[in-house]
T-cell receptor, first 114, second 115 residues
Framework: AQSVTQLDSHVSVSEGTPVLLRCNYS??????LFWYVQHPNKGLQLLLKYTSAATLVKGINGFEAEFKKSETSFHLTKPSAHMSDAAEYFCVVRSGGGADGLTFGKGTHLIIQP | DARVTQTPRHKVTEMGQEVTMRCQPILGHNTVFWYRQTMMQGLELLAY????????DSGMPKDRFSAEMPDATLATLKIQPSEPRDSAVYFC?????????????FGQGTRLTVV
């Protein structure tokens, strides 16, 4: 079984300040982990992914995430927020062991204050 | 620029009518997913296929929903009869999984409204 918990339903930051979106997961096998972003009325776009290589993963638009097995976490960060980062962010887990279905967290709505 | 294509983008239908949503996965991808997104439940996996064979449809209400892949370039999700509670955005995604575990690439979704 696998699950994802996004600890904050909403996060509000000022433009130019750091962003932290938190994610914890559980998985029976070595997981693959992803962050997707969804802008209003749009589909889902991959930001970055972890698939058992380097634990610090860099993605698009300046985002990165660190896989911490001991903490079962995969938090998403960005040093400096931009207005265009305002969107819904989803943490996603896929367990190994032949289970391919992606399990999504409930999402974190990121608000950028001018 | 390879992408997953879903049609229609929007659908409004009356309760009791049949609805068919279509998805063209990225050429060469062996796995196709159907997800449903609602405000209350978030993103839920309905079904997925590997090499056109259904692997898991446990998330799908069996009495009214059906998912098929008639060929490698087309996946369909059908609701018959539709109900207002089916109103949601339905996403199709494809990926190359198994040997090369890529991420899933999502389509733009079909926004279904059942009145």
């Amino acid at each position: 079984a696998q699950s994802v918990t996004q600890l904050d339903s909403h996060v509000s930051v000022s433009e130019g300040t750091p962003v932290l979106l938190r994610c914890n997961y559980s998985s029976s096998y070595s997981p693959s982990l992803f962050w997707y972003v969804q802008h209003p009325n749009k589909g889902l776009q991959l930001l970055l992914k972890y698939t058992s290589a380097a634990t610090l993963v860099k993605g698009i638009n300046g985002f990165e995430a660190e896989f911490k097995k001991s903490e079962t976490s995969f938090h998403l960060t960005k040093p400096s927020a931009h207005m265009s980062d305002a969107a819904e962010y989803f943490c996603v887990v896929r367990s190994g062991g032949g289970a391919d279905g992606l399990t999504f967290g409930k999402g974190t709505h990121l608000i950028i204050q001018p | 620029d390879a992408r997953v294509t879903q049609t229609p983008r929007h659908k409004v239908t009356e309760m009791g009518q049949e609805v068919t949503m279509r998805c063209q996965p990225i050429l060469g991808h062996n796995t196709v997913f159907w997800y449903r997104q609602t405000m209350m439940q978030g993103l839920e996996l309905l079904a997925y296929f590997r090499n056109r064979a259904p692997l898991d449809d446990s998330g799908m209400p069996k009495d009214r929903f059906s998912a098929e892949m008639p060929d490698a370039t087309l996946a369909t999700l059908k609701i018959q009869p539709s109900e207002p509670r089916d109103s949601a955005v339905y996403f199709c995604a494809s990926g190359l999984l198994g040997i090369l575990n890529t991420e899933a690439f999502f389509g733009q979704g079909t926004r279904l409204t059942v009145v």
